[in-house]
C-alpha cells in the first residue's frame, strides 16, 4: 500500500527553506578566529535536518550536499580541527547551492548543478585536508563538551498520526536526533499503544529537545524528565543511533517497498536532470532489545512550553481577508438602510447594527493580525548582502539592524525587499567610502549601514543610513544636465536630492555590473509609491544619506473621511487628516480668482479645490462656504477645498490599475454602503500638486 506524501512537500520546502535561513545568519556572525560552539552546533543542526528530511523525501542532491556539510561541521563542533575563515566561506557557497537546488525541486528555475559540485568538492576537501592546513586559525575559545558531561533525559511522547504505522519514515526523522546527542530507542509499552519512549544524553536545552521531539509527536504529548546524575554517571555507553527496526515479513499490510526508491510511502517527485550526490553513510543495523526502564523516583517533570502555532497558506489568508472586507461593505449597506427606517421603528436594528460593528471590527482586526509578520523577513538578506559586497568592493561595513519586529502586511514586505535591496546597494557603492579615503577624512575604517522599522501612525517607516560621503548637490545638478533631464541651479536641496530617482540618471564613471546604467533609483520609487508609499532623502556633505521609505500598514482596508465635492465623494486616509475648518475670506490668498494659499494660525498651507483638480461640474467655487481640510504626508501638508464632511468610515481598498490605468491624485477605490464606488485619494500626489500650484 503506497502512501502519498506529496502532501508534506510544501512543508519540507518551507523548513528548509528556514533552515538555510539560519546556516547563512550564523556563519555571518561568527568569529572563525574564536568560534562560540552553540554557533557551531546551531549550523551543524541546521545541515543534519535538512539532510534527514530530504533522505526522507528522495532529494539525493540535496542529501549528498548536505552531508558533506554536517560532516565537516561535525569535525568542528567535536574539536577534531580548528573553524577557518576557508570553512565559512566554503559553508556560505554550500548554502546558496543548496538554494538553488531547493528552487529547482520547487519547479521556480533550473539548478546549476555545476555550482553544487564545487561547493560539495569544496567541502570535502577542506574535510580531508591534513589538521595543519586546515588550522590556519586559534582553535575554538571553548571547548565542547564532552558527552559522558551531558545529562541524561527520558522523553515520553505519542507518536504523531501521519507516522503512525510508517516504520521507515518514522525512523528517517528520527535521524534528525543525532544532532542533539546519542540516544536511544527503547522498548514500547504494550499498556500505552502508539506511545515511545526514547532515552537521550544531551547538551541542549529542554526547550530544545521538546522543539525538536514535537515533530514526530501529537501535540501536548511530549513528556521529558530529567534522571538522577547518579544513574546517569553508572549508565553505560548509549549505542549509536540507529532507525527503527524494519517491520517482520509478516507485516506486509503495513507497508509495501516499492521499486522505485518511494518505499511506498510518497509518488516521489520528477528527479532533476543530473546524477545524485552520493552519500558516504553506513547501512543502519538492527536496533538491539533494550528493556523499557521506569523513570526514577526522584526524577523531576520539566515544565512544558505553551507556544504553539499552525502552518497556514497565504491563499486562505487572503480569501479570508477578502471575505471580513465583503462583510464590512454588507455592514456598511446594512446602516444606511437602517437610517432610512428612522430612529424610532429602527431603534432595536440600530443597535444590533451596532454589536455588528464591534464584532466585524474585532474579527477584522484579528484576520489582519493573522497576515502582519515582523520586517525581519526583509531585514535578514541583508547581512549576506553587505558582507558579499563589501568583500567584492574591499570596504569595511558595521551593519546595523533596528526595529526588526515591527509588523506590517505580508505582502508588502514581500514587495519591499527589491526597492530596499537596491538602496542598500547604491549605500555601499556611491555612499560609504573605501577605507584609505575614510582615514583621510578623519572616520573609521569601517563604514556603517543602518537599516531601521518604526511604526508611524498608520505607516510604516524604514530609513536606510549610511555615514559615507553624502550626496553631492553641485555634481548632480551638473550630471543631469549633461544627461538632458530637466533640472535648474535655484532648485531646493530636497529637489536635488530627488533627481536620483530620474529614469536614466547615474553619477557612476563607468558602468559595471554594480551600477552606471541608470536604472535601479528611479524602479525604487515607483514601486514604493505603487504601494502607496513615499521616500524622502536627507543628505550632509561628508556625514552620509538617509533614505525614509514610508509605507502603510497594510493594503487590505484603512479608515477614512469621506468628504463631498459636488455630487461625488472622496476618501481621505484618516491618518493623514490633521484638521478641519471653515476658511474666512481674508485667510485665503488668491491668484487669478483661484485659492492658493490659505492662512492657519500663522502658517501657510498650499490649497488643492478637489472639485477643480478633477473636473466636477457641481463642485462649489465659493471657498467660504466649503471646508478646508488639513493634510500632512511626509513632513509635506496641504490644505484640500471640498464642499463638506459626510463622516468617517472603514473602508475596503480595491486596486484600480488592473482594469484604468494610474490617475494622479487616486490610490485606489472603495465601495460605500449604497453601493456607489468612491475614490481613495493620494494625499501625497496632492500636496505635491498644491506645492508647484502655491509656487506658480
Same mark, same amino acid.
Given at each position: 500500500?503506497?502512501?502519498?506524501?506529496?502532501?508534506?512537500?510544501?512543508?519540507?520546502?518551507? =523548513? @528548509? $527553506?528556514?533552515?538555510?535561513?539560519?546556516?547563512?545568519?550564523?556563519?555571518?556572525?561568527? %568569529? #572563525? *578566529?574564536?568560534? &562560540? !560552539?552553540?554557533?557551531?552546533?546551531?549550523?551543524?543542526?541546521?545541515?543534519?535536518?535538512?539532510?534527514?528530511?530530504?533522505?526522507?523525501?528522495?532529494?539525493?542532491?540535496?542529501?549528498?550536499?548536505?552531508?558533506?556539510?554536517?560532516?565537516?561541521?561535525?569535525?568542528?563542533?567535536?574539536?577534531?580541527?580548528?573553524?577557518?575563515?576557508?570553512?565559512?566561506?566554503?559553508?556560505?557557497?554550500?548554502?546558496?547551492?543548496?538554494?538553488?537546488?531547493?528552487?529547482?525541486?520547487?519547479?521556480?528555475?533550473?539548478?546549476?548543478?555545476?555550482?553544487? =559540485? @564545487? $561547493?560539495?568538492?569544496?567541502?570535502?576537501?577542506?574535510?580531508?585536508?591534513?589538521?595543519? %592546513? #586546515? *588550522?590556519?586559525? &586559534? !582553535?575554538?575559545?571553548?571547548?565542547?563538551?564532552?558527552?559522558?558531561?551531558?545529562?541524561?533525559?527520558?522523553?515520553?511522547?505519542?507518536?504523531?498520526?501521519?507516522?503512525?504505522?510508517?516504520?521507515?519514515?518514522?525512523?528517517?526523522?528520527?535521524?534528525?536526533?543525532?544532532?542533539?546527542?546519542?540516544?536511544?530507542?527503547?522498548?514500547?509499552?504494550?499498556?500505552?499503544?502508539?506511545?515511545?519512549?526514547?532515552?537521550?544524553?544531551?547538551?541542549?536545552?529542554?526547550?530544545?529537545?521538546?522543539?525538536?521531539?514535537?515533530?514526530?509527536?501529537?501535540?501536548?504529548?511530549?513528556?521529558?524528565?530529567?534522571?538522577?546524575?547518579?544513574?546517569?554517571?553508572?549508565?553505560? *555507553?548509549?549505542?549509536? !543511533?540507529?532507525?527503527?527496526?524494519?517491520?517482520?515479513?509478516?507485516?506486509?499490510?503495513?507497508?509495501?517497498?516499492?521499486?522505485?526508491?518511494?518505499?511506498?510511502?510518497?509518488?516521489?517527485?520528477?528527479?532533476?536532470?543530473?546524477?545524485?550526490?552520493?552519500?558516504?553513510?553506513?547501512?543502519?543495523?538492527?536496533?538491539?532489545?533494550?528493556?523499557?526502564?521506569?523513570?526514577?523516583?526522584?526524577?523531576?517533570?520539566?515544565?512544558?512550553?505553551?507556544?504553539?502555532?499552525?502552518?497556514?497558506?497565504?491563499?486562505?489568508?487572503?480569501?479570508?481577508?477578502?471575505?471580513?472586507?465583503?462583510?464590512?461593505?454588507?455592514?456598511?449597506?446594512?446602516?444606511?438602510?437602517? *437610517?432610512?427606517?428612522? !430612529?424610532?421603528?429602527?431603534?432595536?436594528?440600530?443597535?444590533?447594527?451596532?454589536?455588528?460593528?464591534?464584532?466585524?471590527?474585532?474579527?477584522?482586526?484579528?484576520?489582519?493580525?493573522?497576515?502582519?509578520?515582523?520586517?525581519?523577513?526583509?531585514?535578514?538578506?541583508?547581512?549576506?548582502?553587505?558582507?558579499?559586497?563589501?568583500?567584492?568592493?574591499?570596504?569595511?561595513?558595521?551593519?546595523?539592524?533596528?526595529?526588526?519586529?515591527?509588523?506590517?502586511?505580508?505582502?508588502?514586505?514581500?514587495?519591499?525587499?527589491?526597492?530596499?535591496?537596491?538602496?542598500?546597494?547604491?549605500?555601499?557603492?556611491?555612499?560609504?567610502?573605501?577605507?584609505?579615503?575614510?582615514?583621510?577624512?578623519?572616520?573609521?575604517?569601517?563604514?556603517?549601514?543602518?537599516?531601521?522599522?518604526?511604526?508611524?501612525?498608520?505607516?510604516?517607516?524604514?530609513?536606510?543610513?549610511?555615514?559615507?560621503?553624502?550626496?553631492?548637490?553641485?555634481?548632480?545638478?551638473?550630471?543631469?544636465?549633461?544627461?538632458?533631464?530637466?533640472?535648474?541651479?535655484?532648485?531646493?536641496?530636497?529637489?536635488?536630492?530627488?533627481?536620483?530617482?530620474?529614469?536614466?540618471?547615474?553619477?557612476?564613471?563607468?558602468?559595471?555590473?554594480?551600477?552606471?546604467?541608470?536604472?535601479?533609483?528611479?524602479?525604487?520609487?515607483?514601486?514604493?509609491?505603487?504601494?502607496?508609499?513615499?521616500?524622502?532623502?536627507?543628505?550632509?556633505?561628508?556625514?552620509?544619506?538617509?533614505?525614509?521609505?514610508?509605507?502603510?500598514?497594510?493594503?487590505?482596508?484603512?479608515?477614512?473621511?469621506?468628504?463631498?465635492?459636488?455630487?461625488?465623494?472622496?476618501?481621505?486616509?484618516?491618518?493623514?487628516?490633521?484638521?478641519?475648518?471653515?476658511?474666512?475670506?481674508?485667510?485665503?490668498?488668491?491668484?487669478?480668482?483661484?485659492?492658493?494659499?490659505?492662512?492657519?494660525?500663522?502658517?501657510?498651507?498650499?490649497?488643492?479645490?478637489?472639485?477643480?483638480?478633477?473636473?466636477?461640474?457641481?463642485?462649489?467655487?465659493?471657498?467660504?462656504?466649503?471646508?478646508?481640510?488639513?493634510?500632512?504626508?511626509?513632513?509635506?501638508?496641504?490644505?484640500?477645498?471640498?464642499?463638506?464632511?459626510?463622516?468617517?468610515?472603514?473602508?475596503?481598498?480595491?486596486?484600480?490599475?488592473?482594469?484604468?490605468?494610474?490617475?494622479?491624485?487616486?490610490?485606489?477605490?472603495?465601495?460605500?454602503?449604497?453601493?456607489?464606488?468612491?475614490?481613495?485619494?493620494?494625499?501625497?500626489?496632492?500636496?505635491?500638486?498644491?506645492?508647484?500650484?502655491?509656487?506658480?
Amino acid at each position: 500500500m503506497a502512501f502519498d506524501m506529496s502532501q508534506f512537500y510544501q512543508i519540507f520546502f518551507e =523548513e @528548509a $527553506a528556514e533552515h538555510l535561513a539560519t546556516i547563512e545568519t550564523v556563519l555571518l556572525s561568527i %568569529d #572563525a *578566529a574564536r568560534p &562560540d !560552539p552553540e554557533k557551531v552546533a546551531e549550523i551543524f543542526r541546521a545541515a543534519h535536518s535538512i539532510k534527514g528530511s530530504a533522505a526522507t523525501f528522495g532529494f539525493d542532491d540535496l542529501t549528498g550536499l548536505t552531508h558533506e556539510m554536517e560532516s565537516l561541521l561535525d569535525d568542528v563542533r567535536r574539536g577534531r580541527r580548528p573553524l577557518t575563515q576557508a570553512m565559512v566561506q566554503a559553508c556560505l557557497a554550500a548554502g546558496d547551492a543548496l538554494h538553488g537546488l531547493l528552487a529547482a525541486h520547487r519547479g521556480e528555475g533550473v539548478a546549476d548543478r555545476a555550482a553544487a =559540485e @564545487a $561547493a560539495r568538492q569544496r567541502l570535502l576537501q577542506l574535510k580531508d585536508a591534513p589538521d595543519h %592546513d #586546515a *588550522a590556519v586559525t &586559534d !582553535p575554538p575559545a571553548a571547548a565542547v563538551p564532552d558527552a559522558t558531561e551531558w545529562p541524561l533525559y527520558r522523553v515520553r511522547f505519542v507518536v504523531a498520526r501521519f507516522l503512525a504505522g510508517s516504520d521507515l519514515l518514522f525512523g528517517s526523522m528520527l535521524e534528525d536526533l543525532a544532532a542533539l546527542g546519542d540516544y536511544e530507542l527503547l522498548e514500547p509499552d504494550p499498556a500505552a499503544p502508539g506511545t515511545r519512549c526514547i532515552r537521550i544524553c544531551s547538551g541542549e536545552s529542554v526547550d530544545a529537545l521538546r522543539a525538536a521531539f514535537e515533530r514526530l509527536a501529537e501535540p501536548g504529548s511530549v513528556e521529558i524528565t530529567a534522571e538522577q546524575m547518579a544513574a546517569a554517571n553508572a549508565a553505560p *555507553a548509549l549505542p549509536e !543511533p540507529q532507525p527503527p527496526a524494519v517491520a517482520a515479513a509478516g507485516d506486509e499490510a503495513l507497508f509495501d517497498v516499492a521499486d522505485d526508491g518511494s518505499y511506498g510511502f510518497f509518488v516521489p517527485l520528477e528527479t532533476l536532470p543530473a546524477a545524485p550526490f552520493g552519500t558516504d553513510d553506513p547501512p543502519a543495523a538492527a536496533v538491539p532489545d533494550e528493556a523499557d526502564a521506569q523513570p526514577a523516583a526522584t526524577a523531576r517533570e520539566l515544565p512544558r512550553s505553551a507556544d504553539s502555532s499552525i502552518r497556514v497558506g497565504v491563499e486562505r489568508v487572503d480569501r479570508m481577508m477578502d471575505l471580513v472586507g465583503e462583510l464590512v461593505i454588507t455592514q456598511s449597506m446594512l446602516l444606511d438602510a437602517a *437610517a432610512a427606517i428612522g !430612529p424610532a421603528a429602527g431603534e432595536r436594528l440600530l443597535a444590533g447594527l451596532a454589536l455588528l460593528q464591534r464584532h466585524t471590527r474585532d474579527l477584522q482586526q484579528s484576520v489582519m493580525a493573522i497576515r502582519m509578520v515582523p520586517v525581519s523577513m526583509v531585514f535578514s538578506r541583508f547581512p549576506r548582502l553587505v558582507h558579499d559586497l563589501g568583500m567584492r568592493l574591499d570596504k569595511q561595513i558595521d551593519l546595523v539592524l533596528e526595529g526588526e519586529h515591527t509588523e506590517l502586511d505580508k505582502g508588502l514586505v514581500e514587495k519591499l525587499a527589491d526597492p530596499l535591496t537596491h538602496l542598500v546597494r547604491n549605500c555601499i557603492d556611491h555612499g560609504i567610502e573605501p577605507a584609505e579615503r575614510r582615514r583621510a577624512a578623519g572616520k573609521p575604517e569601517a563604514g556603517r549601514l543602518r537599516l531601521a522599522a518604526s511604526h508611524l501612525g498608520g505607516h510604516v517607516l524604514i530609513e536606510v543610513e549610511d555615514d559615507g560621503a553624502g550626496l553631492d548637490r553641485e555634481r548632480l545638478i551638473a550630471r543631469a544636465r549633461a544627461q538632458g533631464l530637466p533640472c535648474s541651479e535655484d532648485m531646493s536641496d530636497e529637489e536635488a536630492w530627488q533627481l536620483i530617482f530620474l529614469p536614466g540618471f547615474s553619477t557612476a564613471e563607468q558602468v559595471t555590473d554594480l551600477s552606471g546604467r541608470g536604472v535601479g533609483m528611479d524602479v525604487v520609487r515607483r514601486n514604493i509609491a505603487a504601494l502607496g508609499g513615499r521616500v524622502d532623502i536627507v543628505s550632509r556633505a561628508g556625514r552620509g544619506t538617509r533614505f525614509s521609505v514610508s509605507v502603510p500598514l497594510t493594503l487590505a482596508i484603512l479608515e477614512g473621511m469621506q468628504v463631498a465635492v459636488g455630487d461625488e465623494v472622496f476618501i481621505l486616509p484618516l491618518d493623514a487628516i490633521v484638521e478641519s475648518l471653515q476658511p474666512e475670506r481674508a485667510s485665503v490668498r488668491s491668484i487669478g480668482g483661484a485659492p492658493r494659499l490659505i492662512a492657519v494660525r500663522g502658517e501657510y498651507w498650499p490649497v488643492v479645490e478637489l472639485g477643480h483638480f478633477f473636473a466636477v461640474p457641481e463642485a462649489g467655487r465659493d471657498w467660504t462656504r466649503g471646508i478646508m481640510v488639513l493634510v500632512e504626508r511626509n513632513g509635506s501638508r496641504a490644505a484640500l477645498f471640498v464642499d463638506g464632511l459626510v463622516g468617517q468610515q472603514q473602508v475596503v481598498i480595491k486596486p484600480l490599475e488592473t482594469h484604468f490605468r494610474r490617475v494622479p491624485g487616486v490610490s485606489s477605490a472603495t465601495l460605500l454602503g449604497d453601493g456607489r464606488v468612491a475614490l481613495i485619494l493620494d494625499v501625497a500626489a496632492l500636496i505635491g500638486t498644491a506645492r508647484d500650484s502655491a509656487a506658480i
